[in-house]
């Protein structure tokens, strides 16, 4: 809402400089986004009267205009308006003057003929197009009537005010009119706002006994109307017109204007109708039937929804309730005479007519925030009296009322001690009454009790916690102690999963990868992919797009996302990882679980300069699940097998297992998902965080270091192409005998010196006796037993 | 000659043949002819028998005394000539030490979580738990609870990615609080908690806007918990964050659930509160909205709000890390690209 400064006026006596009122609005009441000052930066720019005007001799469209601008010799100035004629009083901005956007206008020739000037359309001294009227849209501004050649424009146009931008909470609805803004400013001033009284000289005779008004009661509280005869529409004066577009209201016509004006003054708002067209002398509030349709003011014809509000003429719609009239009951030049409406309607169905139809208005977001219930009357009295004085009108006397409910009155009881409690205060019951006093609130004491009157004016306040943000606010939020909560002590901390969780990042960060946040909404395809959840998605029931309509899966394809992103960029050595939630439903629950992802992509030391740079593999990949199982102490429950997920290399990705239970995966990207992505191999892997948060690990239970030393024996086995690693291994470990430590592969090798169908696997074997010094017949036996069963089990040749 | 003589003389000699051997091969033929076993001072020692029986213990003793003085200049010279050996070895093994290191990698936090931990840490250090809750909620706990009934004009204020019509994408973090509230047993103390996290609203992705962003709302609910708490907590945690010479101010404002609600303004970091482009003139930035809990919802999770009250902020972590940074366009955060990422490495140390 735009507040102007100058309009204040008519209520308090300000004499506070503009800027620094709004600095104290904004930290007892409403925040101002901005003052805006219109004359700033402008000069020179007087009122001109057009004497003359002739072509231009090189142009079709170029006039030149002898104008007369309080000097002693008429100035010449080429204009190129469409609409400048001779006879004219217009802006005209001298050689030296300064105009809107810094622009500086000085004397020049057009096309051979000297201008000493320009004449100005208002967007050219900085009127925003959305008030300009409509027939100075795109042509310069014409003064209505006479003005002294010479004067500054300022005043004459109501640029010498001070505009404040109220930014408006939804609660604070009371200020979206003039008489809220004065009660908001008058109580931080500590004045109370004085108003006039509005009454139609209403010489015609009662109309009431012929009209007949019924409202559904309980959607509309108060529908009031007043009838007017007669009106000429002509343009508002001059005064009205300014203050409609420093409230950034474009000026229509003086039946409109009026409405509007009364609206921005009472925050009621208000429409009129072409009685003439009522013909049924008789106007209907109801709720709409299927099927309906009517054609608004905008010429959109749109279809009822059975609950919107409709005004109608008994059978007909003729307005939106509270949105916006009937094209059909629109005042025009033709009308005689003019029906008031001044009415309260239920917010809610208000909001969502609006909405349905989107058509928010001025109008419909007061009616849905919220009224003023005491100016339903005064509203309607008011633009009576404004139509007889700038419309030419005659008020027929007595108002039509379909309902006029009171709202009954909110007392609200509220202690000094309560106050003072919450905000941490010492005030006396005194300083709060005056407080209340400076709001314009009744109030009656009772020892430390004050029982509170909350004028209908203020529609937002219903309980005390209401009236203690009234008391903090005025009293200033900056004069508050600024105090730590006391009390008992609390022990702050995360939760011990939490804190699992914040470790395993740090883990993972040591690990050399950089953390990245993805969208949790992708496409149902990326959703589903890097994942054998067969449980359904969660999918929004209004996406934006196609590419954000499901919650993921998994968090591998948000991650890939970021690949693409940072190798379109070319970078192309990564090393990323996400910690993050996936999601899925499954028989009409929700379910969350923490994942850890990484992806790896080119090497891990590109310009190291020795070439000891390792370029990043799928055993890269999986050495770092090793490392971070290994630094959570659950490596000897983890084991891997092959594993076909969608979005992996189907034979380069290995299922990641805790005891029998597939909690993750670790392989390659598929190439496919990566052609996009310059063919660039990315490794990864993805692991359910769940199981593991789950696990007790207990406490470590101290051992010394071993007395005795460990003895290394090395083992060099021929063994056909399919055996796999874990095979050998558990062969090993199972014959190995109480002393076998470890059993470590450190060579593997295909190729030319051994059968196509055989390759060479090499182990060290660590043999420790924690009792006594091992003997090498203990040893050679245990290695013999274990070549036997590696011969036997999986034909193994020893080498 | 006196054999003293020819003793003395072998010392001078021995002495400067020692002195000048170049190496180890030189220094051995030396030992062998001066104390070898047929060496020089073996032959004077067998030429005492032509002296007399009471000089020849004198005699006996001078030779001991130039045997022993040999081995120890022979010692000597062995070590120096090893010495030398290893510091020319060492001469010919110098390398660039200008050359760069071989670097681990070291990974990083991401810049929104290096901001949330910040601010968690601080919160545990004033007694508040850190609590998490799920992101895809009921609109009973994102809205209902919160003091937000269906029809209530404020949820025009946050456009909701809906699931069904009971479920959704919480638009806050506030609904951790309505649950863990109505879990709280006062006998153990006061609640004193933060809960941050991701939150999600029907918003187009631009420089500004973020369709997925982070919160992390606060929540003290005690006996005696007043707005004097709130305003001194909010100015600990804004001079924390943006620094200690910052200057806060509190405005009215309005949130569902919280009467009286505030937002506050900390004075602009980049013109001091001068007024310039990042403050839109004002000297101020906006950095957060808090208020004391509605009624309604301390209500709503079974607790009398005759006895209990307190206070709930709401911190948006991404706005926090824009402003604290200086960051430009909030898609940074979730395009992750590593030359942005890579930059706040040092943040943590900091």
């Known amino acids: 809402m735009l507040v102007s400064y100058n309009w204040l006026k008519d209520y308090l006596n300000l004499v506070i400089d503009p800027k620094d009122l709004a600095e104290k609005i904004t930290r007892t009441g409403i925040e101002i986004a901005d003052v805006n000052h219109p004359m700033e930066g402008l000069k020179k720019i007087v009122v001109g009267h057009i004497l003359s005007i002739e072509n231009h001799p090189d142009s079709d469209h170029l006039k030149v205009a002898q104008v007369d601008v309080g000097e002693e010799e008429p100035i010449q100035i080429v204009c190129g308006a469409p609409n400048v004629a001779a006879d004219q009083y217009v802006i005209v901005a001298l050689h030296g003057s300064r105009i809107a956007g810094n622009e500086k206008i000085k004397r020049s020739k057009m096309r051979g003929v000297v201008s000493n000037g320009m004449i100005c359309a208002l967007q050219e001294i900085g009127f925003d197009e959305s008030v300009v009227p409509k027939q100075y849209a795109n042509g310069i501004y014409v003064f209505e009537h006479m003005v002294e050649p010479g004067t500054p424009v300022f005043n004459e146009l109501g640029m010498y005010d001070y505009i404040f931008d109220f930014d408006i909470t939804p609660n604070r609805a009371d200020t979206l009119s003039m008489e809220g803004a004065a009660h908001e400013v008058g109580a931080i001033i500590d004045q109370l706002p004085k108003f006039a009284d509005f009454a139609p000289k209403a010489e015609l005779p009662d109309w009431t006994n012929d009209f007949k008004i019924s409202v559904d009661e309980e959607l509309v509280p108060k529908y009031l109307m007043r009838k007017v005869h007669g009106v000429k529409i002509a343009p508002s004066p001059m005064w009205l017109q300014i203050r409609l577009w420093n409230a950034g209201v474009r000026p229509i016509n003086n039946v409109v204007d009026i409405t509007n004006y009364v609206m921005l003054e009472t925050g009621q708002p208000l429409h009129a109708f072409d009685a003439n067209v009522i013909k049924t002398n008789e106007i209907l509030v109801r709720q709409a039937v299927a099927g309906e349709k009517m054609q608004l003011l905008n010429e959109t014809m749109i279809d009822l929804d059975p609950k919107d509000l409709v005004i109608t003429d008994g059978k007909t719609p003729v307005a939106l309730a509270g949105v916006m009239g009937g094209l059909d009951s629109e005042v025009t030049d033709a009308t005689e005479d003019v029906l008031i409406e001044s009415a309260v309607f239920d917010g809610t169905s208000i909001r969502k007519t609006a909405q349905r139809h989107n058509m928010r208005s001025e109008a419909s977001n007061r009616f849905e925030k919220g009224l003023n219930w005491d100016n339903t009357q005064k509203a309607a009295d008011m633009a009576a009296e404004l139509l007889e004085k700038y419309a030419m009108g005659q008020t027929y006397e007595g108002t039509c009322v379909g309902n006029n409910q009171d709202k009954p009155k909110l007392v609200i009881k509220i202690t000094t001690t309560k106050i003072n409690k919450v905000l941490g205060t010492e005030l006396t019951t005194a300083a709060i009454e005056k407080i209340f006093a400076q709001l314009g609130f009744v109030t009656e004491t009772t020892g430390e009790e004050i029982a509170v009157t909350v004028p209908n004016r203020r529609f937002d306040i219903f309980i005390d916690a209401d009236l203690i943000e009234e008391v903090a606010r005025i009293y200033g939020y900056d004069n508050l102690p600024s105090t730590l909560p006391v009390g008992q002590q609390t022990l702050g901390g995360y939760s011990s999963r939490q804190d699992k969780i914040n470790h395993y990042k740090k883990l993972i960060e040591h690990l050399g990868l950089f953390e990245t946040i993805n969208y949790s909404l992708t496409s149902k395809e990326k959703a589903k992919m890097f994942t054998t959840n067969k449980n359904d998605l969660i999918d929004v029931s209004w996406p934006m797009n196609s590419e954000r309509t499901s919650m993921r899966q998994n968090l591998l394809s948000g991650i890939m996302d970021t690949v693409a992103y940072n190798v379109a960029r070319n970078q192309k050595e990564l090393r990323l990882y996400e910690q993050g939630r996936v999601f899925d439903t499954f028989n009409g629950e929700f379910d969350e679980y923490e994942h850890l992802a990484a992806v790896y992509a080119g090497t891990d030391d590109p310009t190291n300069w020795q070439h000891l740079d390792a370029k990043t593999d799928f055993y890269y990949a999986k050495g770092q699940v090793e490392a971070f199982f290994d630094q959570i102490g659950i490596t000897d429950k983890i084991s891997y097998q092959p594993i076909q997920v969608s979005g992996m290399h189907p034979t380069r990705t290995a299922g990641i297992y805790l005891e029998s239970q597939l909690i993750g995966l670790v392989g390659q990207v598929n190439p496919i998902m990566t052609k996009k992505m310059k063919s660039l191999d990315v490794y990864g892997f993805e692991i359910n965080l769940e199981p593991i948060l789950d696990l007790e690990i207990p406490t470590t239970n101290a051992k010394p270091a071993p007395k005795f030393p460990s003895i290394k024996r090395d083992l060099s086995l021929l063994v056909n192409k399919k055996v796999t690693n874990n095979q050998l291994v558990a062969v090993i470990e199972e014959n190995g005998g109480k002393y076998l430590q470890n059993v470590t592969v450190f060579d593997v090798y295909q190729g030319e010196k051994i059968a196509p169908s055989k390759k060479s696997v090499a182990y060290q074997l660590t043999f420790v006796n924690e009792e006594e010094t091992l003997t090498d017949e203990v040893i050679t036996n245990s290695v013999e037993k274990i070549t036997n069963a590696l011969a036997e089990k999986l034909e193994v040749v020893v080498r | ?189 006061p609640l004193k908690m933060v809960s941050p996290g991701k939150v999600y609203r029907r918003d187009d992705d631009d420089a500004t806007h973020s369709h997925q962003f982070n919160q992390l709302e606060g929540l003290v609910i005690d006996k005696n918990v007043t707005m004097a708490d709130l305003k001194g907590t909010l100015e600990v945690v804004a001079k924390h964050v943006f620094g200690q010479n910052r200057e806060t101010r509190l405005r009215p404002s309005f949130f569902p659930f919280t009467e009286p609600s505030v937002e506050m303004d900390v004075s602009c970091f980049k013109c001091n509160g001068e007024g310039c482009a990042t403050c839109k003139g004002t000297g101020w930035i906006e950095v957060l909205g808090a208020g004391m809990v509605h009624p309604n919802v301390i209500e709503n999770a079974g607790v009398d709000s005759n006895v209990y009250g307190g206070f709930a902020f709401g911190i948006g972590i991404d706005r926090f890390a824009i402003l604290k940074y200086g960051i430009s366009d909030i898609r940074d955060f979730y395009t992750n690209d590593v030359r942005f990422l890579g930059q706040f490495q040092q943040e943590e140390a900091k």
């Open chain 2, 1 to 189: 000659m006196d054999l003293f003589e020819k003793l003395n003389k072998l010392k001078e000699q021995g002495e400067k043949e020692i002195k000048a051997s170049q190496n180890e091969q030189v220094l051995n033929d030396i030992r062998v002819k001066l104390v070898g076993k047929k060496g020089e001072l073996t032959q004077i020692l067998h030429s005492m028998r032509d002296v007399d029986a009471e000089k020849r213990k004198e005699v006996g003793q001078a030779v001991n005394t130039v045997r022993d003085q040999f081995n120890q200049q022979l010692q000597e010279a062995k070590e120096k000539m090893a010495e030398e050996l290893m510091q020319k070895k060492l001469a010919a093994e110098a390398i660039d030490v200008t050359l760069p290191g071989k670097k681990p990698n070291v990974g990083n936090t991401h810049v929104i979580n290096i901001m949330a931990e910040d601010l968690e840490k601080f919160f545990i250090g004033l007694g508040y738990q850190v609590v998490q809750g799920p992101e895809v909620e009921t609109d009973h706990y994102n809205f209902e609870m919160m003091n937000l009934p269906k029809d209530h004009p404020a949820r025009d204020m946050q456009d909701t990615f809906y699931i069904n019509p009971e479920n959704l994408l919480r638009t806050q973090t506030s609904p951790v609080q309505a649950r863990t509230l109505e879990k709280h047993d006062f006998a153990n103390g």
